[in-house]
T-cell receptor
Framework: KQEVTQIPAALSVPEGENLVLNCSFT??????LQWFRQDPGKGLTSLLL?????REQTSGRLNASLDKSSGRSTLYIAASQPGDSATYLC?????????????FGTGTRLKVLA | DAGITQSPRHKVTETGTPVTLRCHQTENHRYMYWYRQDPGHGLRLIHY???????DKGEVSDGYSVSRSKTEDFLLTLESATSSQTSVYFCAISEDGTGAGYTFGSGTRLTVV
């Protein structure tokens, strides 16, 4: 059974710092992986989608990498800002699920201090 | 969130009563999903739909049913609400089954007392 883990559960950093959020998954047979952002009381917003054949994706200050063989993905945030404060979730779509579902981690709650 | 709305946003109901949550989209996407989010569990899929009248179960479907009579509407019904169904419910849509364009609604906070 696919399991997705995100460590740490919470992170607090000063503004301007570069940071890395980690995601690990137990089964490398995935179709793709997505990183989402969730603001308090809001839904999730997709940040980056990495297909299983890709190694990384970039969008602005965000860079996500995927190492499928080791079951790891990282989300790199450059020059963090207070507006980046949110919960970040990663989710994998299993290759063998037979459904169009994602398996979500429980997220890393990020606070960027001004 | 643009293109997808959930109603109601908040609801308190009593144990044993039926409850229906509504998800409405204006994107004409084929795929729609219902998730629940609970502390320590992340988001878990309840049911999903891959077209009008085409639905299937997710990993936590017991006690829930869904219907999709129109492309734009996906209804989630708790047949007889229990306290364990107190949660935040999210609807999501996607253009296709690959995950591209995965968009979430703002959620419905349901409390069963």
């Amino acid at each position: 059974k696919q399991e997705v883990t995100q460590i740490p559960a919470a992170l607090s950093v000063p503004e301007g710092e570069n940071l890395v959020l980690n995601c690990s998954f137990t089964d490398s047979a995935i179709y793709n992986l997505q990183w989402f952002r969730q603001d308090p009381g809001k839904g999730l917003t997709s940040l980056l989608l990495i297909q299983s054949s890709q190694r990384e994706q970039t969008s602005g200050r965000l860079n996500a990498s995927l190492d499928k063989s080791s079951g790891r993905s990282t989300l790199y945030i450059a020059a963090s800002q207070p507006g980046d404060s949110a919960t970040y979730l990663c989710a994998v779509r299993p290759l063998t699920s037979g459904t169009y579902k994602y398996i979500f981690g429980t997220g890393t709650r990020l606070k960027v201090l001004a | 969130d643009a293109g997808i709305t959930q109603s109601p946003r908040h609801k308190v109901t009593e144990t044993g009563t039926p409850v229906t949550l509504r998800c409405h989209q204006t994107e004409n996407h084929r795929y729609m999903y219902w998730y629940r989010q609970d502390p320590g569990h992340g988001l878990r899929l309840i049911h999903y739909s891959y077209g009008v009248k085409d639905t299937d179960k997710g990993e936590v479907s017991d006690g829930y049913s869904v219907s999709r009579s129109k492309t734009e509407d996906f209804l989630l019904t708790l047949e007889s609400a229990t306290s364990s169904q107190t949660s935040v419910y999210f609807c999501a849509i996607s253009e296709d089954g690959t995950g591209a364009g995965y968009t979430f609604g703002s959620g419905t906070r349901l409390t069963v007392v």
